[in-house]
């Protein structure tokens, strides 16, 4: 599978790389884009990761900041860098910036033959510039696969997940686009949690990352910690892992209570689907995955 990733580039951002790289996926491109930290921070996690971890696919910066409300970050949950650690951290590459060419590379790439299949990880700001510029690129895709939304309570307000409430404007253009999209709410997330029992054998650095992204889960006092952004990637790469659902999505752009919570309501006809179920033990193949690609080094 060849496919591009949309991303902001926090640990389980990373590790949805990773986890594409061990299900033999080729990422032929990777759009920044703010959420977890302003792009800055952003950018510099990308390049460190590309440099500790070899990831090959060339990086373009795009936005900095959501199309209409002002600037949401998660540093408070996750640190400045938006990736805690129990010790290391990703290197610091003194490197050429990315060319700040996203939405126009995504859209020449998707022109391109085959099927043109999508991983968002992040607010969907980039995307829905897509939709709005290049509408001819934007309906070849072939699959969009976001993680994002809830059909539950929120992670971020009482009623929105983090990555819609950072851009509902952007995620209520994606949801009205007729693209097939596939969202990977906080609900089919919740059901892939780890703990400290889990912890995989692998490299140092990995270690140290995996550790400070449980202990976003340790510290308020759970037994674990939801893993989100690689559960898309496995609904990209391994569909038959979770049962779907046609639904339709709404999102709220009305500033009060409800701003950012999205709406899933059945629809048979829909493009849109919203897994209900998985059907394997997805904590397990992302932890599997993380292990077997983050182990270089280290007598099996
Ligand atoms: C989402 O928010 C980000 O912090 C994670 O990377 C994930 O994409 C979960 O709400
Ligand atoms: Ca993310």
Same mark, same amino acid.
């Given at each position: 599978?060849?496919? &591009?990733?949309?991303?902001?580039?926090?640990?389980?951002?990373? &590790?949805?790389?990773?986890?594409?790289?061990?299900?033999?996926? !080729?990422?032929?491109?990777? *759009?920044?884009?703010?959420?977890?930290?302003?792009?800055?921070?952003?950018?510099?996690?990308?390049?460190?990761?590309?440099?500790?971890?070899?990831?090959?696919?060339?990086?373009?910066?795009? +936005?900095?900041?959501?199309?209409?409300?002002?600037?949401? !970050?998660?540093?408070?949950?996750?640190?400045?860098?938006?990736?805690?650690?129990?010790?290391?951290?990703?290197?610091?590459?003194?490197?050429?910036?990315?060319?700040?060419?996203?939405?126009?590379?995504?859209?020449? &790439?998707?022109?391109?033959?085959?099927?043109?299949?999508?991983?968002?990880? =992040?607010?969907?700001?980039?995307?829905?510039?897509?939709?709005?510029?290049?509408?001819?690129?934007?309906?070849?895709?072939?699959?969009?696969? &976001?993680?994002?939304?809830?059909?539950?309570?929120?992670?971020?307000?009482?009623?929105?997940?983090?990555?819609?409430?950072?851009?509902?404007?952007?995620?209520?253009?994606?949801?009205?686009? =007729?693209?097939?999209?596939?969202?990977?709410?906080?609900?089919?997330?919740?059901?892939?949690?780890?703990?400290?029992?889990?912890?995989?054998?692998?490299? #140092?650095?990995? +270690?140290?990352?995996?550790? =400070?992204?449980?202990?976003?889960?340790?510290?308020?006092?759970?037994?674990?910690?939801?893993?989100?952004?690689?559960?898309?990637?496995?609904?990209?790469?391994?569909?038959?892992?979770?049962?779907?659902?046609?639904? *339709?999505?709404?999102? *709220? !752009?009305? #500033?009060?209570?409800?701003? =950012?919570?999205?709406?899933?309501?059945?629809?048979?006809?829909?493009?849109?689907?919203?897994?209900?179920?998985?059907?394997?033990?997805?904590?397990?193949?992302?932890?599997?995955?993380?292990?077997?690609?983050?182990?270089?080094?280290?007598?099996?």
């Amino acid at each position: 599978m060849r496919l &591009w990733v949309d991303t902001d580039f926090g640990f389980d951002d990373l &590790w949805a790389l990773l986890l594409l790289r061990h299900y033999g996926a !080729t990422v032929e491109g990777i *759009s920044l884009v703010a959420g977890n930290t302003p792009l800055p921070q952003v950018i510099a996690n990308a390049l460190g990761a590309a440099e500790a971890y070899e990831l090959g696919a060339p990086l373009h910066a795009g +936005a900095d900041k959501a199309l209409v409300r002002e600037v949401e !970050t998660a540093q408070e949950i996750l640190g400045e860098k938006g990736m805690d650690s129990r010790g290391r951290f990703l290197p610091e590459v003194d490197r050429a910036q990315p060319p700040a060419d996203a939405v126009e590379a995504l859209a020449a &790439w998707l022109m391109q033959d085959g099927r043109r299949e999508v991983l968002a990880l =992040g607010p969907l700001t980039n995307i829905a510039l897509l939709v709005q510029r290049f509408p001819e690129a934007a309906a070849r895709i072939t699959r969009l696969v &976001w993680m994002g939304g809830s059909n539950g309570p929120g992670n971020h307000s009482p009623l929105a997940e983090f990555n819609a409430l950072c851009d509902p404007e952007a995620a209520a253009i994606v949801a009205g686009a =007729g693209l097939p999209l596939d969202v990977i709410d906080l609900m089919i997330c919740r059901q892939a949690i780890f703990g400290p029992e889990d912890m995989p054998q692998t490299d #140092p650095l990995t +270690a140290d990352l995996l550790g =400070g992204y449980l202990d976003i889960g340790l510290k308020r006092g759970r037994a674990g910690m939801a893993i989100y952004d690689p559960v898309a990637a496995l609904a990209m790469v391994r569909p038959s892992a979770f049962a779907f659902e046609r639904q *339709s999505l709404t999102v *709220s !752009t009305t #500033p009060n209570e409800t701003y =950012g919570a999205t709406r899933f309501r059945p629809d048979p006809q829909g493009l849109t689907r919203l897994p209900t179920a998985p059907l394997e033990d997805i904590a397990r193949l992302c932890l599997d995955a993380l292990r077997q690609e983050a182990s270089h080094g280290l007598s099996e």
